[in-house]
């Protein structure tokens, strides 16, 4: 699936998703900012503006205006990666890997809580009603949404937790994919007042290659949104957590 989300590429292959739909979910997810919700974590984080589980997993101050944005992300990855299983043409054997890995983490630590959540012994299905279940089908027919992912019944503990863990082992594993493009186009635009969340968007679609199957689109919209919020800058020295 070929790309032209630059205004002078006219001439290339017109992609069906089209430039209007994917800034428009870009909008969306960019206006999702963060709440409490019960747990421990957030406990900590009010309390000692920092969690910890072990040495691997972190929560810092900044995250606590980020929550809905995890938890959306976690939402759905948890929906794109059950249509992926069913439609072996929208798989995506690199970000595969990346929620088979967090499922991992979360298994030996959570067991039967762990993403995507599908275990017979799940303790909060009641709680799975409230998540969107048609949105990665939306997405591979070449309309992104993110709708109903702004709905804080979404946002616990579990679920945003869960999507920090999706944004860091996607940096961890891809991050040499991205970090070139990304931070020298960071750096020569710095002092610019350029919508940063379009263009780094564009570069993980465009140059980045991971995203060739538009299911996936919505997860390069959160992890760019994500990028900017916590910040370039730390991002390109390797300081973010």
Request: proline share 2%; aromatic share 12%; hydrophobic share 40%.
């Amino acid at each position: 699936m070929n790309f032209s989300l630059s205004p002078k590429s006219i001439t290339m292959e017109t992609t069906r998703v089209e430039k209007e739909k994917i800034d428009q979910m870009l909008y969306e997810i960019n206006n999702m900012s963060g709440g409490k919700y019960i747990g421990a974590s957030w406990h900590a984080l009010e309390k000692f503006n920092a969690y910890e589980e072990g040495s691997q997993f972190k929560m810092v101050k900044d995250d606590m205006h980020l929550t809905q944005l995890y938890a959306a992300l976690s939402v759905y990855s948890k929906n794109a990666l059950e249509y992926a299983q069913h439609h072996s043409e929208q798989k995506e054997s690199l970000l595969m890997d990346v929620f088979t890995l967090v499922n991992r983490e979360e298994t030996a630590r959570f067991r039967n809580n762990a993403f995507p959540y599908n275990d017979p012994g799940f303790s909060y299905k009641n709680e799975l009603a409230f998540f969107p279940n048609d949105l990665a089908q939306q997405a591979a027919e070449g309309n992104p949404s993110v709708n109903g992912l702004d709905n804080e019944n979404i946002r616990h503990e579990w679920t945003v937790k869960t999507g920090k863990r999706i944004f860091l082992r996607f940096l961890f594993e891809f991050g040499n994919k991205i970090e070139d493009h990304i931070c020298n186009y960071y750096k020569s635009h710095e002092s610019e007042s350029k919508d940063l969340v379009k263009e780094i968007n564009r570069i993980l679609l465009v140059r980045a290659g991971l995203f060739t199957e538009s299911v996936w689109i919505p997860i390069a919209g959160f992890v760019a949104v994500l990028l900017v919020k916590k910040g370039l800058d730390k991002f390109c020295k390797g300081t973010m957590v």
